[in-house]
């Protein structure tokens, strides 16, 4: 979906043989399995719903939100194929909210390294154990695709500057509002997570363009 973001720094397309032909930089981790260094900067502007009312850009409403650490050491997580600070932020906001997975229209999962989007399918309950690959290979997460994600294209394709989470904010603040480079028809629900303190900590906010 990078292509279709004029700010994105990869937009030519980039094929499986791309990913694996790349340098290795720390195994299994490929160069284009991890994010961009690049330069960036972000700000977002919280208020009331009804101070939001009178502003001219469209506002965008947070239905829920959750937060929670694992471990301050990847060495220390109980299970290396699924994350616990996942497990806990993702249900605690949806359940905040009040949606199912199902009402989710479009997904942002922080991905500073490939296999996060992986993790996010799955430790945020929107496929099985073991079933984002397969999900991720069938389109299902591609423009038109049954769950949309990382339209901006991500922190792989588009920019990390060391701080991604505003840039994925800020993609799931324009899907809502319908001005995405690469916008997702009809979109009325965003979950967004991010990820912090070298996969310790998560956090997940779930946004829509209108008030339940």
Do not use: W
């Amino acid at each position: 979906m990078a292509g279709k973001n004029p700010r994105a720094m990869f937009r030519d397309p980039i094929t499986t043989a791309d990913v694996l032909n790349s340098r290795m930089i720390a195994y299994p981790f490929r160069l284009l399995m991890c994010c961009l260094v690049t330069d960036g900067g972000g700000a977002l502007i919280v208020t009331s719903a009804e101070r939001a009312r009178n502003l001219k850009q469209k506002p965008v409403y947070i239905l829920g939100t959750g937060e929670s650490a694992e471990t301050p050491m990847i060495s220390q997580m109980a299970d290396f194929t699924s994350s616990r600070a996942f497990r806990v932020a993702g249900p605690t906001a949806f359940a905040e909210a009040g949606i199912k997975h199902a009402d989710v229209d479009h997904l942002m999962i922080y991905d500073a390294f490939a296999h996060l989007p992986i993790y996010g399918l799955e430790d945020l309950g929107f496929v099985g154990r073991g079933e984002a690959g397969a999900f991720i290979s069938a389109g299902n997460t591609r423009p038109g695709g049954k769950l949309p994600m990382n339209t901006n294209g991500g922190g792989l394709s588009y920019t990390h500057t060391g701080m991604y989470g505003m840039f994925a904010l800020q993609e799931s603040v324009r899907q809502m509002r319908g001005t995405a480079p690469a916008q997702v028809k009809g979109a009325k629900l965003s979950v967004c997570h991010g990820v912090g303190g070298m996969f310790a900590a998560s956090g997940t906010i779930i946004m829509a363009n209108q008030l339940p």
